[in-house]
């Protein structure tokens, strides 16, 4: 472990002085946490409001004038949410909720003798003190959900770790519940990787994790190039560390924990006989009997592995680990993949090397302080996605033309301009990349991932900006704009609908050996209803103000894309969301397509069914709440409250569908207002997101783009109504 730590038992005060942290953004959106040592430092670099604010630190702003109708609140809203722009013109933003992304970042760095400032590790320890599940003591797979041994065993690691000693009150009752569950042995299989990396867990505890599958022909349909791009990204490091058995050096600390994790002695474990051994509590998609028997004949061949076929395949992977850090500039795809390359790298090159210095820098952009402590996020951020919705929201509710709010779209754009992505990958078809000359990428260009309704979100926000509202510089080309289309065209599927990152490149059948247990539809691209509307509503919008580019294909791309949806739209009404929670947030969009293709409640029954079934979910209080869980089930669970941001994608949903009786909409927009602070904004409620059915992640943006765009919106549509136009 780093050095021990003297912890206290509650993490509700901050464990470092918090008026020395400051938030870094600069390269294009990049975001890291400093602790300033020294008083000349604070002076000389002041703590903002964005600071403050992601913090905890009250702003004490001064109560604006108590709105008197939908867009006043709409307008306070944005009064007080330009005071968390950053200078560069984005939003920056908290992107946690997931439990199991800390250890790995804890785990990869101390095996690799990378380490923290002593602050970063008191406020890792507090986060983790803070999102322990009270009744339990536990760990859930996100800062929601109930204890599970991924959950528990890990962060109970990862405290350890970071310096907290074995008899601190929250490890002793972590350690119980961890025994409860069925200790480290039951973890799903992610857990048992990162406790085999760490030497308290047996390589043969595992099931097999060959690298050689990278060298099959492409055409097979089982290729890991036509896995889902995490998957896949995944795996590759992992294939590797697999491989060379890779773990860190016995010490006196890895011992005490081989005692402290496991039931029994941890000398006389049958490892093998762990391989399947997955509590209760984590298992979400169990294994298929067809995958059970591919595990049991790799665990043969890992027996007799051919010497020389292993290493060209380790090789290979090894390749594609440095093609992808390279592309990347080391951010690489995701907050897994990122500490698992570190290692290898570490492995191969050394701490001395280029590319253990690069990870080291860029292991900073996943370091998120916020006013529970120090969390490790989903990705490097969300700065296109935040931006994408409150630029559209400000065009649509008119605050964009307000002379106080020009400066800051003016930022705005210049912001969206740097993040476009100009060309494609480095190391492009090598590395089974899609294109991304023209896209948006999820986070910030250097990340550099072509997402489908990223692109879409980008793309509608520039035009939005320069093409409504009067007066804006256009600094973004028609060429580039045109850039943004053409990628859009090379993401439809034969289906019609859109996937995330690529062409869905696997057959269905793949999921049947989805290794994770924890997570739902991991193995493939699978068409989302959110996705395809993106790019639904920015291709028609495109085609409004660009008629003459390739607008015969833009009209057949809708057209097949809304047979999709269409397709998609569960018999009682609603869609089910991938990325956000869960009916109201795919509903939303869905309508939004329908509306853009003539399709209302007036004319179409398959709106009148979305607004049926959304009406039916409203609540007394004019809200609607969801759940996370609708998710993981894939029904309608109700939220112990109503929540904000989903009144507001219900009431959204509702004006695409230009549902005639303002009553529901001016309820849901009563809630949203009787919600809002004095200052201004809006408290934070539940979790908004998710992903691989059962993992929630938080967009704690979201509870200011989508009220004042709801607000906004509704202002204009009630007032309609009223006059009866
Ligand atoms: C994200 C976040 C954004 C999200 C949307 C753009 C909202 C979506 O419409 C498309 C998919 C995408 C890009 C997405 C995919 C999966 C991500 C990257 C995440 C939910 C953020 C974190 C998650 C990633 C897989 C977390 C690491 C975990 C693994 C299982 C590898």
Redo the contacts with the bound molecule.
């Keep these: 472990m780093y050095s021990v730590l003297d912890i206290p038992h509650s993490g509700s005060q901050p464990f470092t002085d918090y008026s020395r942290w400051r938030l870094l953004c600069n390269d294009g959106g990049r975001h890291t946490w400093h602790y300033l040592e020294t008083d000349e430092e604070c002076e000389a670099w002041p703590q903002n409001s964005v600071d403050k604010y992601w913090i905890g630190i009250p702003l004490n702003l001064p109560a604006l004038p108590k709105p008197q109708n939908p867009l006043e609140a709409a307008r306070n809203g944005y009064t007080f949410y330009k005071h968390l722009q950053s200078d560069d013109g984005h939003w920056a933003g908290e ?1 946690g909720g ?1 439990m ?2 800390l250890p790995g970042l804890v785990i990869g760095s101390y095996v690799t003798g990378m380490s923290f400032k002593k602050e970063e590790r008191l406020e890792m320890i507090r986060y983790l003190l803070n999102r322990v599940n009270p009744e339990d003591g536990g760990w859930g797979i996100h800062i929601e959900g109930h204890s599970t041994v991924f959950g528990t065993a890990l962060n109970y690691v990862a405290m350890r770790i970071l310096g907290v000693q074995a008899d601190h009150p929250a490890l002793v009752k972590a350690r119980g519940t961890l025994h409860k569950l069925g200790g480290a042995a039951a973890s799903p299989a ?1 857990g048992k990787f990162w406790l085999a990396v760490l030497n308290v867990y047996d390589w043969e505890g595992l099931n097999p994790v060959p690298a050689e599958l990278w060298l099959l022909p492409d055409w097979l349909p089982f290729h890991p190039h036509r896995w889902w791009i ?2 896949r ?2 795996y590759i490091p992992m294939s590797y560390l697999y491989g060379i058995r890779y773990k860190m050096e016995e010490n006196d600390f890895i011992r005490s924990l081989r005692e402290e994790l496991y039931l029994k002695d941890y000398y006389s474990i049958n490892w093998p006989a762990q391989r399947n051994n997955v509590s209760e509590a984590d298992l979400y998609s169990p294994h298929t009997t067809i995958f059970d028997l591919i595990n049991k004949v790799l665990g043969a061949y890992e027996s007799c592995s051919i010497p020389s076929l292993r290493n060209a395949a380790l090789k290979r992977a090894y390749e594609l680990i440095v093609l992808e850090d390279e592309n990347t500039q080391y951010q690489t ?5 990122k500490m698992m390359n570190l290692i290898c790298r570490a492995h191969v090159e050394g701490p001395e090397s280029e590319a253990y210095k690069q990870h080291a820098i860029k292991r900073q952009d996943f370091m998120w302080l916020g006013q529970e402590g120090m969390m490790m996020c ?2 490097n951020g ?1 700065q296109l ?1 935040d931006i994408g919705f409150i630029t559209q929201a400000l065009v649509e509710t008119g605050l964009a033309k307000e002379e106080e709010n020009k400066e800051s779209l003016r930022k705005a754009l210049e912001w969206l301009d740097v993040c476009q992505i100009q060309d494609n990958p480095k190391y492009y078809e090598r590395s089974y990349r899609h294109t991304t000359k023209g896209a948006w990428p ?1 986070s910030t260009k250097e990340q550099g ?1 072509t ?4 692109t879409g979100e980008g793309l509608k926000s520039v035009m939005y900006l320069q093409n409504q509202v009067e007066g804006t510089e256009k600094i973004i080309s028609e060429r580039r704009l045109c850039d943004a289309v053409d990628v859009l065209f090379t993401m439809q599927n034969p289906n019609g609908g859109f996937a ?2 690529e062409l869905v490149r696997g057959p269905q059948w793949l999921e049947w050996l989805n290794p ?1 247990e924890v ?1 739902g539809d ?1 193995m493939i691209e699978f068409c ?1 209803p ?2 395809t509307t ?1 790019v639904i509503t920015s291709l028609s919008i495109f085609k409004k103000h660009y008629p003459h580019y390739r607008s015969a294909e833009i009209d057949v791309t809708i057209h097949r894309a809304i047979g999709y949806l269409h397709e998609a739209q569960r018999p009682e009404g609603g869609w089910v969301g ?3 929670i869960c009916f109201t947030y795919a509903t939303q969009f869905a309508l939004e397509s329908l509306a853009l293709a003539g399709e209302n409640y007036g004319n179409s029954k398959s709106v009148q069914r979305a607004c049926k079934f959304l009406l039916d979910k409203q609540r007394a209080d004019g809200g609607w709440g969801e759940s996370y869980k609708s998710c993981e089930k894939v029904m309608w669970i109700e939220h112990a409250n109503s929540q904000v941001v989903q009144t507001c994608w219900a009431a959204m949903a509702l004006m695409y569908a230009s549902y005639p009786d303002p009553e529901p909409i001016e309820k849901a927009v009563k809630l949203v207002m009787s919600r809002q602070l004095p200052d201004g904004s809006w408290p934070q409620e539940a979790i908004e ?4 059915k059962t ?1 929630a ?1 938080s967009y704690p943006n979201f509870k200011f783009s989508f009220p004042i765009w709801m607000l906004g919106r509704a202002h204009k549509y009630l007032g309609q109504l009223e006059r009866g136009s």
């Design positions: 992107y997931p199991f992304l992610w995490h998957t990204t995944v795809l995701g907050p897994v993949s989903g990705t969300s996605w999820f991932y997402v489908s309704d990223c995330s990152y994770a997570f991991i989302y959110e996705c993106s991938s990325w956000g997101g998710v992903f691989n993992c992640i």
